[in-house]
């Protein structure tokens, strides 16, 4: 995926410009800070007046952390692991006012809660294709989840040589169980549409070898319309029946479990206050009730369940920044920079519970 041709001009006037400073101004006090830096995490730092200053812990064990763009002060998830040890701090990347939404988001593949129309989109590298993996569930607008895992799930797929499709919808969970539209309190009937037309398609067309799925767990049912465990229950009932679907069509599937909602806006608060005061209890964060727990259960062990919170939440707390990283970008959204930092973790956990994936 290309960069647009202005971004392309910004980027090399941003990096013209730090290379001048770094090189004529302070090369020795600074150079450090550039080393693998994104253009957009480069201009940050340059425009950065309030960073939230985190000494933070990265990981030195296998998995290694990912090493990409940011650079080694930036660990972002690895912070979290068994195995760390002290990074000094840096300015937190991304700022809270410049965060940018997941290619998918702005490529339009995300369905309106409104729409009850499919959109496949592909991404991946297919030109020595060993697998086709699917995304779906709901994402990124109001009320969603499976959309966190699309940035680190695009670099495992490139990696690994994976076609991903996406299938994604705004506030809907991919469940057969008809649920309450949030905004008129009346039958969703544009998601349960929805959801039955993706299953159609991956049984039928799409055909991936696995389907890896979330969602958020905020909207109730027309059988609990007040909410709640049972209303959580109820769509987990109905996403085991789609699971189950899938399984009967010959296709895997791989659940995460929903993320931690710490409750409020986390670029906001970072705005006005310091990160310790945006800090959330974790018992606060995460919460029991969850529809792909319930539903793992109702699919009696066939379908494995991906808990990834000790990579978002330590075990008192969950931190508005890790590693340096920003974690959220709303309440429960992550941001896509601290999403890819969790990328090798996800990809250790896919490969040791699916064998369709690992090849075994």
């Known amino acids: 995926m290309g960069w647009p041709s202005g971004l392309?001009?910004?980027a090399v006037s941003v990096v013209l410009a730090w290379l001048t400073k770094v090189w004529v101004e302070d090369k020795v006090r600074t150079a450090s800070l550039l080393s693998g830096h994104e253009w957009?995490?480069?201009?940050?730092?340059?425009?950065?007046?309030?960073?939230?200053?985190?000494?933070?812990?990265?990981?030195?064990?296998e998995p290694a952390p990912w090493d990409g763009d940011l650079g080694p002060?930036?660990?972002?998830?690895?912070?979290?692991?068994?195995?760390?040890?002290?990074?000094?701090?840096?300015?937190?990347?991304?700022?809270?006012?410049?965060?940018?939404l997941p290619a998918y988001w702005q490529q339009g593949c995300l369905v309106a809660e409104s729409s009850a129309t499919p959109k496949e989109c592909v991404y991946g590298d297919m030109s020595d294709l060993v697998l086709t993996v699917a995304l779906a569930g709901d994402s990124m607008a109001g009320d969603s989840m499976a959309g966190d895992w699309f940035t680190p799930l695009e670099k495992i797929a490139t990696d690994r040589h994976w076609e991903l499709v996406t299938e994604l919808h705004a506030v809907c969970p991919l469940s057969s169980t008809m649920m309450v539209q949030p905004e008129t309190g009346g039958p969703y009937t544009a998601c349960h549409t929805w959801g039955a037309a993706v299953?159609?398609?991956?049984?039928?067309?799409i055909k991936p070898d696995v389907v890896i799925t979330s969602d958020y767990p905020g909207v109730a049912t027309i059988r609990h319309p007040a909410g709640g465990a049972a209303a959580q229950a109820d769509i987990g009932s109905g996403?085991?029946?789609?699971?189950?679907?899938?399984e009967n069509g010959g296709i895997s599937v791989v659940a995460i479990k929903e993320s931690p909602d710490v409750g409020l806006n986390v670029p906001a608060c970072l705005s006005q206050h310091s990160a310790a005061k945006c800090t959330v209890p974790r018992d606060q964060a995460v919460t029991p009730d969850l529809?792909?727990?319930?539903?793992?259960?109702?699919?009696?062990?066939?379908?494995?369940?991906?808990?990834?919170?000790?990579?978002?939440?330590?075990?008192?707390?969950?931190?508005?920044?890790?590693?340096?990283?920003?974690?959220?970008?709303?309440?429960?959204?992550?941001?896509?920079?601290?999403?890819?930092?969790?990328?090798?973790?996800?990809?250790?956990?896919?490969l040791k519970v699916s064998k369709t994936l690992s090849g075994a």
């Open 8 to 10: 392309v001009i910004v």
């Open 40 to 61: 957009r995490s480069v201009s940050t730092a340059l425009a950065a007046v309030v960073p939230v200053v985190l000494v933070s812990l990265y990981i030195v064990a």
């Open 73 to 100: 002060n930036y660990p972002g998830a690895a912070a979290l692991t068994a195995s760390a040890h002290q990074v000094k701090a840096a300015p937190v990347l991304p700022q809270p006012t410049a965060i940018s």
């Open 199 to 205: 299953v159609h398609d991956l049984v039928t067309s």
């Open 239 to 246: 996403m085991a029946s789609y699971w189950n679907q899938l």
């Open 291 to 350: 529809p792909t727990v319930y539903a793992t259960r109702a699919a009696a062990g066939k379908v494995p369940l991906i808990d990834m919170d000790s990579l978002i939440c330590g075990p008192v707390n969950c931190p508005p920044v890790v590693g340096n990283v920003l974690v959220y970008q709303d309440n429960h959204h992550l941001t896509s920079t601290y999403a890819l930092t969790t990328a090798p973790y996800l990809e250790k956990r896919l």
